[in-house]
Each structure stands twice: as structure tokens, then as C-alpha cells.
């Protein structure tokens, strides 16, 4: 299945967070339940962040709704598609509620070659699931025993997940050159302290920009 090819970025990244969550005071039911309901990991990596440094509810929730409001028009597209196949309203729903960056492009990347089947929509959101939440509870759980990611580089799962995913949209120059240049200059945003602008501005400006001026790219 094709959600299992992303499996080598998500399972040490579901691990990281499990193992994080609790260094930071939650309970392992308590992380497990922040990845089975909120289920991004960068808006969860930013919960516990803020949580860590004693931050609100308010906080965390006002950081995690902007960080994921690109889910809206992701929804909206994995909707059109789920519509094409025909989607019951309670499909729709588990449809919206399982979107993410990772199951977008593997669905927008099936409907290239052909319309996919509705089963085969609703398995890939579903299939990050489980292994998003199985190994937030394995790290959860047995964090302290695990060995040390760093040395590995699976610390940096999530960046290679996103350059891996720039990989399957930028199959024209335009989109190519679009997403280079996103990451240029979303990096050195981050270099002066600028993430949420590089993480929440710099994608959707570009994208509408191309989208704008290379319509049909």
C-alpha cells in the first residue's frame, strides 16, 4: 500500500513525539490521545513545545488551529475527489477529519493516473493513522529505553518527509522551481527566527503565486 512508503519518516517521528510528550509532563494515554485526535505532528510537536515552556490551553490551541488551517483547502481537495468516488457523508467526514499533508499528495498523486476507488482514499488517511498513533504509544510508553535518534538523523524525519513529498507535486519545472524556491526562502526565515512566518505564509504564497501566473501548473 502506498502509505507504507512513508512509513520509515512517520514511525521515528510518532516515536520522537511519544517519548517527547511525556518528558514534557503528559501522560502516555494523554499523548497517545493528542496523536489520535489532533494527528499533525508538527502542530503536536508545537503543543508540547508550548506546554513545556508553561503556555495556556488557550495557547496551544489558538498555535495548533493556525498551523493547521492548510487543512481546509487540503480538505476541500481530498473532498472533490471522495465526491468523484462516489463518498457517502460519513465517508466525506472521516475523509476531512484523516487529511494531512502526507495523505493529500499520495491521493492527489493516485487521481493523476486514474480516479481512485473510495476504499482506497479512505486506507491511506487511515493507514497513517495507526502507524502515527501506534508509534506515538510505542515511544509513549518505552521512550526512556529507546536509543538515542540523533546519531541516525531520524530526528530530522519530518523535513525529509515534506522534501519527499516536494518530490511527488513538482513534476513540472514550474512547480519544481516553485517549491525551491519555498524552501529557500522558508529556511532562511527560519534561520533569523521566523518559523510560523516560513511555515504559515511562505507554502500558500507561493502556491497561489504559481497558481496565478502558470495557471494549469
Known sequence: MQAFTLAPGIVPLGLLFGAAAVAAGFSPAAAIALSALVFAGGAQFATVGLVATGATALAATALVFLINSRYFLLSAATLDL???SGATPFSRLALALGTVDESFALQAAWAKRALPPLAGLLAIPFTLWVL???????????????????????DYALPGIFVGLLGIFA??????YAGLAALGVAAALTLVGLTLVAVLLVPPLFAFALGRWAPGE
Do not use: H
Request: glycine share 16%; proline share 9%; net charge neutral.
Open 171 to 176: 513534476d513540472t519545472k514550474p512547480r519544481l
Open 82 to 84: 471522495g465526491r468523484q
Open 132 to 154: 502515527w498513533v501506534g508509534a506515538t504509544a510505542v515511544g509513549a510508553y518505552l521512550g526512556e529505553l529507546l536509543p538515542a535518534v540523533e546519531p541516525f538523523g531520524l
